[in-house]
């Protein structure tokens, strides 16, 4: 089964600072997810990352994605307290329903990196 | 706006309730949907994965009997949480795929406080 492990579980930061946060899993995938998670809210898509060395960017986050070791990495520059929320990055896997008849892709979510940044 | 839309936001009921979840998608027709829990201060953990016409598929340790999945159409799946306890207690998530390599949209959430 596929483990997909995130640090760090919390982070504590001072506006302005830059940090990084990863996502190792364990078997080959080459799509990797990153969401949001606002307090009481559901998932909001930050970012959908389908190849290898793949790099996108928006505002002051950035993640990137390295299929070979496995790892995707969050990027946050000059935090703002807007940003503080819990992030997931989650990882998918080819399933099949029984008897073969479909396929689908299970998501398998990091633990989360709860972000606090403070003013 | 939403492409999936989850209901109810928010049930309280009694144990022994059986409570029933809607999760639809609005702009498309959903091939997959799939159905996560989440304690608080805990990832999603995958429930069950449901094809349209099919049955459902279940995590391991996930009790079908208790958490009755039902993708009657491409654009409505239901959760039935039956004969609720306390423990069933949690935030649950839908979300809605229209092909195998398209990203998941996410519903809005269901929280269920069973008393």
């Known amino acids: 089964e596929l483990k997909v492990e995130q640090n760090p579980l919390f982070l504590s930061m001072q506006e302005g600072k830059n940090y990084t946060i990863y996502c190792n899993y364990s078997t080959t995938s080459d799509r990797l997810y990153w969401y949001r998670q606002d307090p009481g809210k559901s998932l909001e898509s930050l970012f959908v990352l389908l190849s290898n060395g793949a790099v996108k960017q928006e505002g002051r986050l950035m993640a990137s994605l390295d299929t070979k070791a496995r790892l995707s990495t969050l990027h946050i520059t000059a935090a703002v307290h807007d940003l503080s929320a819990t992030y997931f990055c989650?990882?998918?896997?080819?399933?099949?329903?029984?008897?073969?008849?479909?396929?689908?892709?299970?998501?398998?979510f990091g633990s989360g990196t709860k972000l606090n940044v403070k003013p | 706006g939403a492409v999936v839309s989850q209901h109810p936001s928010w049930v309280i009921c009694k144990s022994g309730t059986s409570v029933k979840i809607e999760c639809r998608s609005l702009?498309?027709?959903?091939?997959?949907m799939f159905w996560y829990r989440q304690f608080p201060k805990q990832s999603l953990m995958l429930m069950a994965t449901s094809n349209e016409g099919s049955k459902a598929t279940y995590e391991q340790g996930v009790e079908k009997d208790k958490f009755l999945i039902n993708h009657a159409s491409l654009t409505l799946s239901t959760l039935t949480v039956t004969s609720a306890h306390p423990e069933d207690s949690s935030f649950y998530i839908c979300?809605?795929?229209?092909?195998?390599?398209?990203?998941?949209?996410f519903g809005d959430g269901t929280r269920l406080s069973i008393l």
């Open positions: 989650a990882v998918d896997m080819i399933g099949r329903f029984p008897g073969g008849r479909y396929n689908f892709n299970k998501f398998y």
């Open positions: 702009d498309f027709q959903a091939t997959t």
């Open positions: 979300s809605a795929r229209f092909r195998g390599n398209q990203p998941q949209h």
